[in-house]
């Protein structure tokens, strides 16, 4: 049988109390966590407001270096920061403070040094600018999807080559055989609808 809903007894917080080892205390299981690692029910947290406080003080940073941002990171590495009830990427909130509002046709930040996946989000570094760019310097710096680093891809660039150099020699059927994927898969690759952009 489910146990009542009983309200977390920290402050503010609205969340279930009765989670296993956490309801004795009376915490959620957020709070219970959070205690069991930093031995403080509210520690390992950054304060509210604090993260968007410091992108707000270093707007003026000046450098030709990097400046890394220390708070949470998105899995590709990308700052993180709560405004408004909603959660951005801090390189849009900073390149819209220290450069503008979003112009039109140009809705991506983008960076210079190519560290954005690094967590810079340095002012100077940061511009507005297309979806096209936006992909020709993912492909620049190493962070595109394409290829191999695709999750869905089934061949390698390797594969894809040795496709093209027996386009001709052999028929799409057994070059399908000898790698391993559809006839209609091979087609593709000689015709450039797939990996188009491997020379």
Known sequence: ?????????????NKNAHWSASGARGWCGN???RWRNHGDPLGGKTPDGYALQWLEEHVSYVSETCLPWPFTTNPQGYGQVWLEGQLL?????MC???HGPVPE?????????????????NQGHLFWGTPKRN???RVKDGTSNRGRANGSARITEAKVRE???LAGQITHEDIAIRVGISRGH???????KRWAWLL
């Open 186 to 192: 091979v087609g593709d690759i000689i015709s450039r």
């Open 105 to 121: 046709g140009k809705p991506y930040a983008l960076h210079s040094c190519g560290c954005g996946h690094l967590g810079c989000i």
């Open 89 to 93: 990427l801090a390189t849009r909130v």
């Open 96 to 98: 819209e403070r220290a």
């Open 163 to 165: 496709i093209r150099r």
């Open 135 to 137: 992909q020709l310097d």
């Open 31 to 33: 709070h219970w966590s």
């Open 1 to 13: 049988m489910a146990k009542a809903f009983k309200s977390c007894s920290v402050d503010g917080c």
